[in-house]
């Protein structure tokens, strides 16, 4: 812990990876935990556009079950302490796979969201793209003012992410001194291809997870723990 800290002292370029664990102590199912909401389901049944096409009121009801449970939760101790490196650090960069919102929510003013928003939708048919924060989406699935199919504007499995958020999480990356990845699995790519880009970039990566994953063997240091009590410590 004390040499991270000390890297985050000297850092001139930090970036930042963050997934579902940072929003677990929130009290967001994870995707991949014991308790994690793919457990439930398979995801094969949900994130992809042939799971919507087959059925997207099914696919609707998940997205409205989990924006019902974000309506109920408030960023926690990570995400606050994230908002507040963001203020630090010169040249910092906040790039996250997660579609809850509670980083901007917590303060951080720039957020490469690199999988979407939950709280988006865009239509199929003339992708009009508005933010519709409704805790619940009632008639599902909604339709456009054109008539088309409003959908998440999330990306699903087989999409290609945003090119101009992932080019600038890319060049971030390769800016920096240092990259957190803290609370993913790391399965997921492109976001887990990012650790090994920092490597190769010459940047030291800090792992923050409850568990090890794929890329903790490749990484600088490992810190176990839950983020939420990692974080704060770590920028105090
Ligand atoms: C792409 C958005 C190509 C929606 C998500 C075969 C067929 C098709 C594609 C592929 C294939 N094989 C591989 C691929 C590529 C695929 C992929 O990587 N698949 C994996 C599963 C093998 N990727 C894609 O399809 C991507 N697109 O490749 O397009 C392309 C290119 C050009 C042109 C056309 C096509 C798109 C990937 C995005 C998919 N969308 N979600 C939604 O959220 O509803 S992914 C989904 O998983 C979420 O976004 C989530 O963020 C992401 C990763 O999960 P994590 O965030 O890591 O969460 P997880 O639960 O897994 O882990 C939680 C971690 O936190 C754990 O490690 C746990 O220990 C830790 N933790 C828990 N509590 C705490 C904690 N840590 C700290 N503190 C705590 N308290
Ligand atoms: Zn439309």
Redesign the pocket.
Known sequence: MHSVRQWLAEARSVAVLT????S??SGVP????AN?LWKQYRVQDL?TQSAFARDPKLVWEW?NW?RSVLAEVKPNP?HYALAKLEKRIPKFALIT???DGLHELAGSRHVLRL??S?WEVRCIACARQSVDLRVSIPDLPPICECGGLLR?A????????PRDVWRAAEAAVQASDLLLV???????????GLAQLAKSSGARVVE????K?PITSEIDEFLQ????ELLPRLIA
């Open positions: 997934g579902a664990g940072v677990a102590e994870t995707f991949r935990d994690g994130a997205y989990r990570g796979q997660n579609v999988h979407g939950i998440p999330v990306v699903w499995f087989g999409e290609p992410l803290i609370g993913t699995s790391a399965v997921v790519y492109p976001a887990a923050i997870n409850l568990a994953t723990g839950p983020s939420g």
